[in-house]
Nanobody
Framework: QVQLVESGGGLMQAGGSLRLSCAAS????????MGWFRQAPGKEREFVAA????????SYSESVKGRFTISRDNAKNTVYLQMNSLKTEDTAVYYC????????????WGQGTQVTVSS
């Protein structure tokens, strides 16, 4: 059973940086795709970024491309989301998610961590 635990959220001024972490356990993740999603108040959850564990191929939403970087640490079984040049519209609960392969849906989710960006 996959377990995902996020950390690193908080309050930051616009233009600042935060790094989120997602500690993964319960499986061997070599074939997995790991992702970050976010949900702002009153809005649907949206995709932010993803990384393929085996070769670190990444993808990003247009809204964060060039500002956010997703990465993973094999030794620590941890996925990171480095968020730079934060904007007030980045305020949301950020969720880590995992999918066993490109053929499946994201089916494991963390509890979420709040990111608040003030102007």
């Amino acid at each position: 059973q996959v377990q995902l635990v996020e950390s690193g959220g908080g309050l930051m001024q616009a233009g600042g940086s935060l790094r989120l972490s997602c500690a993964a356990s319960g499986r061997t993740f070599s074939t997995y795709i790991m992702g970050w999603f976010r949900q702002a108040p009153g809005k649907e959850r949206e995709f932010v970024a993803a990384i393929r564990w085996s070769d670190s191929i990444t993808s990003y939403s247009e809204s964060v491309k060039g500002r956010f970087t997703i990465s993973r640490d094999n030794a620590k079984n941890t996925v990171y989301l480095q968020m730079n040049s934060l904007k007030t519209e980045d305020t949301a609960v950020y969720y880590c998610a995992a999918r066993p392969s490109i053929l499946t849906q994201f089916n494991s989710w963390g509890q979420g961590t709040q990111v608040t960006v003030s102007s």
